[in-house]
T-cell receptor, first 112, second 114 residues
Framework: GENVEQHPSTLSVQEGDSAVIKCTYS??????FPWYKQELGKRPQLIID?????GEKKDQRIAVTLNKTAKHFSLHITETQPEDSAVYFC???????????FGTGTRLKVLA | GAGVSQSPSNKVTEKGKDVELRCDPI?????LYWYRQSLGQGLEFLIY????????KSGLPSDRFSAERTGGSVSTLTIQRTQQEDSAVYLC????????????FGSGTQLSVL
C-alpha cells in the first residue's frame, strides 16, 4: 500500500523567512496530493492541493510542487507570519482506492 | 448541516470497557473516513466507506476495532475491550466521492483509557 514520508518533523523559522516541507510517496498510482493545516486544538483544514497532471500550483504565499518521476512533493510558504504556526500534513491518494494516506506531520513555528 | 459532527467530544473510559464514537458527515457526502491521531503524531488511517461499496478496513489496528455506516450517512466506530494504547483523538472526515476531493474533518473525539 501507499506510504507517505514527511520531513522535517519540526521547523522553526523567523517571521518573514520561507519554509519548505517535503514529502515522498511510494505508490506511483497516486495522483492527488493535498496539504492540510492543523492549528492547535483544531481540526485539519485543506490549504492547497495538486493533481498529478500539474507540476506546480500557487495560492498567494503558499505553493506546492510535484515531481512525479522522483515521487516527491513539497509545500513552500513564503513571507511567513506568526499565524502560519501550526502542524502541516501532506497526503497522497489515488483515484482507484480513494484512500488518503497522510504523512506524520511537520510542526512549524514562526518566530516573531 | 454546517459540517462534520462528532460525538462525544471527550470520552474517558476504564480499560476493558467498550466505547462507541459517532460521526455525522456533511449531507450528500458519500465518502467517510476514520483516522486516529495519537498525541503529537500523524493521522493514521483506520477505515473508509464509499457509498454502498464494501468498506476498506485495512487500517484497523486489531479486531477490537469495528465500524459501520448505516443508511450511507451516520457512522459509528466501536472499540471493544479498550486498552491504554487506544487513547488518542479519533477524527472523522467526509468528502464527495472520487479520491481527489477535499476532506472535511470533524472536531474529533478525545478518548482517554484509564
Amino acid at each position: 500500500g501507499e506510504n507517505v514520508e514527511q520531513h522535517p518533523s519540526t521547523l522553526s523559522v523567523q517571521e518573514g523567512d520561507s519554509a519548505v516541507i517535503k514529502c515522498t510517496y511510494s505508490d506511483s498510482a497516486s495522483n492527488y496530493f493535498p496539504w492540510y493545516k492543523q492549528e492547535l486544538g483544531k481540526r485539519p483544514q485543506l490549504i492547497i492541493d495538486i493533481r498529478s497532471n500539474v507540476g506546480e500550483k500557487k495560492d498567494q504565499r503558499i505553493a506546492v510542487t510535484l515531481n512525479k518521476t522522483a515521487k516527491h512533493f513539497s509545500l513552500h510558504i513564503t513571507e511567513t507570519q506568526p499565524e502560519d504556526s501550526a502542524v502541516y500534513f501532506c497526503a497522497a491518494s489515488d483515484a482507484g482506492t480513494y484512500k488518503y494516506i497522510f504523512g506524520t506531520g511537520t510542526r512549524l513555528k514562526v518566530l516573531a | 448541516g454546517a459540517g462534520v459532527s462528532q460525538s462525544p467530544s471527550n470520552k474517558v473510559t476504564e480499560k476493558g470497557k467498550d466505547v462507541e464514537l459517532r460521526c455525522d458527515p456533511i449531507s450528500g457526502h458519500t465518502a467517510l473516513y476514520w483516522y486516529r491521531q495519537s498525541l503529537g503524531q500523524g493521522l493514521e488511517f483506520l477505515i473508509y466507506f464509499q457509498g454502498n461499496s464494501a468498506p476498506d478496513k485495512s487500517g484497523l489496528p486489531s479486531d477490537r476495532f469495528s465500524a459501520e455506516r448505516t443508511g450511507g450517512s451516520v457512522s459509528t466506530l466501536t472499540i471493544q475491550r479498550t486498552q491504554q494504547e487506544d487513547s488518542a483523538v479519533y477524527l472523522c472526515a467526509s468528502s464527495q466521492p472520487g479520491g481527489t476531493e477535499k476532506l472535511f474533518f470533524g472536531s474529533g473525539t478525545q478518548l482517554s483509557v484509564l
